[in-house]
């Protein structure tokens, strides 16, 4: 016997079978999207959290390399700034792909020769695939113009006469999980500075073999 049409949705309006069933399938999407993104959001914290830290660590090995010379100065060696940045991928891991994904850029910053307090970029090193550019200058600035020192507006970080600081800045893009629920336009970038925590030759980096260079992590490469 057929039922009439709206004794039919009268009797579908009344069915209680299988209801959590339909209730879950409706609210999965929106519970699958909110888990989505909250994963993200950790694994971007996460990853933020790890660009901070490899900062912080280049930074803290930059002030303490170098070889003392008979002259009782520490000399820094391209050799040094190398083995700073491939302790850092090592530190960070394969799978995290800090050099494939990112940018480290070291620079010396120092008070310029014959001159008070004048704020200068006198080296910068730099490893990484990703194109950036520093943020707060390249090697150089400061000994034709006037420079704050380096850091975000108002932040500034200024070495004081006969010392240097060693200045870090690491940006990475950020590989999602499943995603792109960020700009990805946008990097992840983290600095760092530290004091030179010894008695160094600022008059440049060195080559310990001449006739064998180390290679030079130029900034322009």
Partial sequence: MRLAPFAFVRRLLRETHATAMLEFALAAPLLLSIGLFGAEAANRAITQMRVNQIAVLVADNASRIGE??????VTVYESDINDIFLGADIQAGEKFGLLDNGRII?????????SEDQQYIHWQRCIGDLDHASSYGEAGDGEFSNIEGM????????AFQGEAVMFVEVAMTYQPIAADLFDASKPIVAIAAFNVRNNRDLSGVKQRNSRNPDAVASCDT
């Fill in 68 to 73: 003392n010379s008979l002259l009782g100065e």
């Fill in 106 to 114: 070291l620079s010396s910053l120092e008070v310029l020769d014959d």
């Fill in 151 to 158: 850091g975000p507006p108002g932040e500034e970080i200024y």
